[in-house]
């Protein structure tokens, strides 16, 4: 047997071996999306809970505000829509995109309670009140950093999916570019 016999087969073992190579990590890339939604998603859990704690704290308080508490009551429910669709799929690109408009508009609604909080004199008699607010801030700067570990994680996976000769695979099996937030 001559040594050019073997070419093919050895060919054709490395192409095996890369593609399994690639395909673990894609799958690697991806499940590392997953993970990291999972920190944010846990931390919209959170900050959902608290702002269910201060509307109802506030609604005897600033009876008035109604408008104000029932649209952060709507965009805290479509967000947490959003995220239930997200958590079936992190990488995914509908439903990311649904939750960052969901989260924008929770954004909007979340600082028009708390300027009227801060702006609220009434209010300096509820310490319970401040608490909440200040817990909240906390959350809410915790969600920022893990919403920019969760981009991150969309920024290299879509990289792979990206480059050549990952793009191959990427489309072979299925790998589609992620959205971030």
């Not at 805290?76 to 959003?82: D, H, P, R, W, Y």
């Not at 809410?140 to 920024?155: D, L, P, T």
Request: aromatic share 10%; glycine share 6%; hydrophobic share 50%.
């Amino acid at each position: 047997m001559t040594s050019w016999s073997w070419t093919p087969w050895l060919l054709a073992a490395m192409l095996f071996f890369w593609g399994v190579g690639g395909y673990n990590r894609m799958m690697r890339l991806r499940n590392a999306i997953g993970t990291a939604y999972g920190q944010l998603d846990g931390l919209l859990t959170q900050r959902a809970q608290l702002c269910a704690r201060l509307l109802e704290q506030l609604r005897p308080l600033l009876q008035n505000e109604q408008a104000t508490f029932d649209a952060l009551e709507n965009a805290q429910g479509e967000a947490q829509s959003a995220a239930n669709a997200v958590r079936a799929k992190p990488y995914a690109a509908d439903p990311v995109a649904a939750l960052a408009v969901a989260a924008a508009v929770h954004a909007a609604a979340l600082t028009r309670l708390m300027s009227l909080v801060e702006h609220h004199g009434a209010l300096a008699e509820h310490p319970e009140v401040f608490a909440l607010v200040d817990e909240l801030k906390m959350v809410e700067r915790q969600r920022a950093f893990a919403r920019q570990v969760f981009n991150q994680a969309v920024g290299v996976y879509n990289e792979a999916v990206q480059q050549f000769p990952t793009r191959l695979l990427a489309s072979f099996f299925g790998f589609g570019e992620a959205r971030s937030l």
